[in-house]
């Protein structure tokens, strides 16, 4: 009966004896694609959003550990939440760079040192 429990293509009738299940066998296709983003989450690990990118690499590695263990319904969507929070981590990492040099090019000390420069020239 331990095996009944173990293999899913095995199923237990209501005397509890296990009888095998040829059906399953023949409607079961090759596994979908594997779509887990692990590329591109990597990537995002260079952006400085880091908490964000850490969640996008977690959710990733799950995904592919449910797909190679067969739950290829919950790997493709923990590859969609790695995909979704990946974008938002590389968005994220691009208005921090943004918003960095906007401030490091606007502030007085950077323009009062560029007109210094070219008055004494």
Do not use: W
């Amino acid at each position: 009966m331990a095996l009944a429990v173990l293999n899913p293509q095995v199923k237990s009738s209501l005397s509890g004896s296990a009888f095998f299940d040829h059906s399953s066998i023949e409607e079961q296709g090759p596994p979908p694609p594997l779509r887990s983003y692990l590329c591109l989450t990597i990537f995002t690990c260079f952006c400085p959003a880091y908490p964000v990118n850490i969640v996008a690499l977690v959710l990733s590695i799950m995904s592919r550990n449910s797909y190679y263990s067969g739950d290829y319904d919950g790997s493709r969507l923990l590859g969609r939440n790695a995909l979704y929070v990946a974008i938002a981590s590389i968005i994220i990492g691009l208005l921090i760079v943004a918003i960095s040099c906007i401030v490091h090019f606007t502030t007085n000390d950077f323009c009062c040192r560029l007109t210094r420069a070219t008055l004494t020239d």
